[in-house]
Structure formats: C-alpha cells, structure tokens
C-alpha cells in the first residue's frame, strides 16, 4: 500500500509496461495515485492499454503529476517534466535486457527529465544483475568483434576489386553472405561498422556493466556520478562471482540474518531468493539460522566445529550415534593423529554430549 504521508513524488523510469502493471498491481495502486507515459503510436496505443487495464489511461507527458509517475522510453529524453517534489527512480531489471541502460548515454538523460525539482541531484537506481555467462570478458569480445570485423573488410574489398561484370556475376551465385556486418547494396559488398558497434555496445550493457554490482557501481562512477548509499549484497556478489568464493562463514551467517529479518526498500532481487542461494551452497548457514538461531551462533562465536556439535546435540537419536557422528566431522579420515590430540578431542565431545566419563584413545576402537 502506498504511504499517504510520503513527503515526495515518485517518478519512475522503466521500459517494461508489463512492469509497470505489475507495480500496480502488487501495491494495490488505485488510478487517482498513477499517472503512466508509455508509447501510444501505431498498435502500441491497444497492446499497452491492455497491459494496464481499461481503469489506468495511457497520459502525455504534460499532464499534472502525481503519486507515483511511470514513463517508459518514450519519455527518455527531450521530455521536460516539472515538479519540485519529484524524485527519480531508474529501474533495470537483469532479466528484461529492454530495461537496461547505458549509463554514458539514456542513463544521463534520464537523469535531466525532472527539470525543477529541489531533488534533481538525486537519482535511486533500482536494478537487478544478468544471468549470462560470465566466462567472455568485455575485451575478449570487443577483440573478437574487431577482428571478425577486419575479416569482413578484407573479403568484401576483395570482392568490390573485381570488375563490375565479374562482380555482379560473383555475387549473383551467392545466395547467402555468410559474413557478419556484411550487406549487398548496387552490386557491391558495404560492411556496416555501425552494427559491430552496437553489438559492443549491447554485449558492455547486458554482459559486463549490469552482470555484477561492481561493474555497474564502477561504471557509474565512471561516468560523474556519486553513489550515496547503496542496499545491495558483497557477500551474494562474491559467491555468485565465484564458484570457490572464499567466504566466512560469520560473514555468510550475518548476511543470511539480514536478509531474513530485513526487507527491500525497493528491489528487483527477492530477500527469500537470496537466502536460498545461500542455502544451497551452504546448507550449514540455514541450519545453524533455523535450529540454532543468531544469539546461539553468536555465543558460539561462529566456530564451525562448535556449531556443527551443538547441531548433533540436539540431534534425536542415541548418544552412540552422536559421539560417532561428532567424532567423524572432528577428526580427518585415513590420517594419523596423535594419541593426546585424540584424547582431547574425544573428551571434548563427551564433555558437550553431558557424559560423566574420561576420554581414553581405545574409545575410538568401539
């Protein structure tokens, strides 16, 4: 439900109406509280009307804001809207590539739309990162873009120096320019630099800049501007980076309790998603969080080995079963320990288990 006190306006930024109706939805926003801007040229104008509904009319730039103001692209640049109270959201959602914006180019324009308003020099991006593979850098594709693209110079300079009957008879049999970039035009081969331009450019936008939180806070700074505050997760982006991420597992555990007991002001990322990343490649995290809770883990200072023991302590099965458990996540397989060592380690376990007995290194042999 939208907060009758907010002190602002909203205006935001996405090009998605699927989006957008999918906000109203949720919040439960009624029409007197939205205004939405969204193509209305050629089928556009029925195709998005039935995305909203019938009960939220498609408006034009000018007309009077309000609670909460959406604009698709339409509105992306040379649209001046004015509000003093108007702040800017820019919405990119890592799995609609549509919504996702150059921060040199319609980023920075975005930026300029809200002409008066006292909070202009302030802009929340909301935004998600991609799913692509992360195995191509952005300079091994812009090499390999480069060079397929002085591939397709050469073959089509070869070409265009044969004469114009042998040419024109050359061409005729090819059925298909099997050559990225290159186009057919008044019987001569013409690469189009523009399109491997745009590929680099898609490829930077999709795959390099909003592929991680660094990336993209990295190219924002980049580009002039300030980040002020920002909501998203270290610890999920260096485990998701990275299969063998070396992560703590106090810094696993204090996120996954923050994500449990918080929520997103304002996020394309799910809090229960995250934690069930979390889960899947630490289970022990989700464990301790459920079975032992924060103030337990904590008092056991976050010790693996202390924690998987309490763990085994409430474990309802006999105290044999326990001890070979305990004794097993303990001591390393197929390796030699010394006797002292053994001793210690047993007594410990006996100690934690409540078992009035002293450890000797034969218990192992039972």
Same mark, same amino acid.
């Not at 209305?40 to 408006?59: A, C, F, H, T």
């Not at 202009?120 to 091994?140: A, F, Q």
């Given at each position: ?35 939405v801007v ?33 604009y698709t692209s ?9 509000d003093?109270n108007?702040?800017?959201f820019? &919405? ?8 996702l ?26 935004y998600?990162?991609t799913?692509y593979?992360r ?6 594709? &812009? ?14 300079d070869?070409i265009n120096?044969l ?12 059925k298909?320019?099997?050559?990225q ?11 189009d ?6 590929d ?24 002039g501007?300030?980040i ?44 229960e998603?995250l934690c069930?990343q979390?889960? &899947? ?5 989700k ?16 010790? &693996? ?6 763990l085994?302590?409430?474990?309802s ?15 390393a397989k197929?390796?030699s ?15 934690s ?14």
């Amino acid at each position: 439900m939208l907060d009758s006190d907010l002190p602002y306006n909203l205006h935001i930024f996405v090009n998605s109406v699927e989006f957008i109706a999918k906000v109203i939805d949720i919040a439960k926003l009624t029409p007197e509280q939205v205004k939405v801007v969204c193509s209305v040229s050629g089928d556009n104008s029925e195709s998005n009307q039935r995305k909203l509904g019938k009960d939220y009319p498609i408006d034009q730039p000018s007309d009077p804001v309000k609670k909460i103001n959406f604009y698709t692209s339409t509105c992306f640049e040379g649209c001046d809207i004015y509000d003093e109270n108007g702040v800017t959201f820019i &919405v990119s959602d890592g799995n609609k590539s549509h919504t996702l914006l150059d921060i040199s180019t319609l980023f920075t324009q975005i930026c300029g739309r809200l002409r008066d308003s006292k909070y202009k020099g302030e802009i929340i991006h909301v935004y998600s990162t991609t799913k692509y593979s992360r195995e191509v850098t952005l300079d091994e594709y &812009v090499a390999s873009t480069k060079k397929v693209l002085a591939e397709a110079v050469s073959y089509a300079d070869e070409i265009n120096k044969l004469s114009d009957t042998v040419r024109e008879k050359t061409l005729s049999k090819i059925k298909y320019i099997n050559e990225q970039y290159v186009r057919i035009e008044d019987n001569k081969l013409v690469v189009d630099k523009n399109l491997a331009n745009m590929d680099i450019v898609n490829f930077k936008i999709c795959r390099h800049i909003y592929r991680t939180y660094i990336n993209l806070t990295d190219e924002l700074k980049r580009n002039g501007y300030t980040i002020t505050r920002h909501t998203f997760s270290k610890i999920m982006e260096k485990i998701e980076g990275k299969a063998n991420a070396r992560v703590t597992f106090k810094d696993l555990f204090d996120e996954y309790h923050r994500l449990k007991t918080t929520k997103p002001f304002f996020s394309l990322d799910s809090h229960e998603d995250l934690c069930a990343q979390i889960a &899947v490649k630490y289970p022990l995290v989700k464990q301790a969080y459920e079975e032992l809770g924060t103030d337990k883990v904590q008092a056991l200072k976050y010790h &693996v080995g202390n924690i998987r023991r309490e763990l085994t302590k409430r474990w309802s099965v006999p105290v044999e079963r326990k001890i070979v458990k305990m004794i097993n996540e303990t001591f390393a397989k197929q390796a030699s320990i010394a006797k002292s060592k053994v001793k210690t380690e047993l007594q410990k376990i006996y100690d934690s288990l409540g078992i009035q007995q002293t450890a000797k290194a034969t218990d192992l042999a039972k």
